[in-house]
């Protein structure tokens, strides 16, 4: 039977197609297609009861966003997803930065619900909602 809510390992990092979306703006689709993503592996999408490429919330200590899930191209394990660094990422990565100066982006754990009836947001509204600007 499918759970609810499921708790995976998060990473982030760069990724090719964000790269190519980046050159044509982060406000472009192609950014937004690039980095609006995060990447399962297909077990943990039977845990889940979830289709691919169905919006999924995803929240860690410090926040939530709403992503598309999609079945990753990588080497990912059961358990552990990637999220492309962005926007996006940031609103979930913890602060603590260990001594070093930089956030963890990886490593960090966070809990995936479906969340098929709810829009991601744009760029602009991302950032607009991290600074309080967008009233709920």
């Known amino acids: 039977?499918?759970?609810?809510?499921?708790?995976?390992?998060?990473?982030?990092?760069?990724?090719?197609?964000?790269?190519?979306?980046?050159?044509?703006?982060?406000?472009?689709q192609k950014y937004f297609d690039a980095c609006t993503i995060i990447q399962m592996h297909p077990e943990d999408f039977k845990r889940?009861?979830?289709?691919?490429?169905?919006?999924?919330?995803?929240?860690?200590?410090?926040?939530?966003?709403?992503?598309?899930a999609v079945e990753t191209r990588e080497d990912l394990v059961p358990g552990l997803a990637h999220i492309p660094m962005g926007p996006w990422a940031n609103r979930i990565v913890p602060a603590y930065t260990f001594s070093?100066?930089?956030?963890?982006?990886?490593g960090f754990p966070a809990d995936v619900e479906v969340a098929a009836n709810e829009r991601i947001f744009g760029a602009i509204e991302v950032l607009q909602?991290?600074?309080?600007?967008?009233?709920?």
């Open 129 to 136: 909602d991290a600074c309080g600007l967008i009233r709920k």
């Open 1 to 28: 039977m499918a759970e609810k809510k499921i708790t995976l390992n998060i990473i982030t990092c760069r990724t090719i197609q964000q790269g190519v979306g980046m050159e044509a703006g982060k406000t472009s």
């Open 100 to 106: 070093t100066g930089e956030p963890c982006f990886k």
């Open 48 to 68: 889940l009861g979830a289709w691919r490429n169905t919006n999924v919330r995803v929240t860690s200590s410090v926040g939530s966003v709403i992503l598309k």
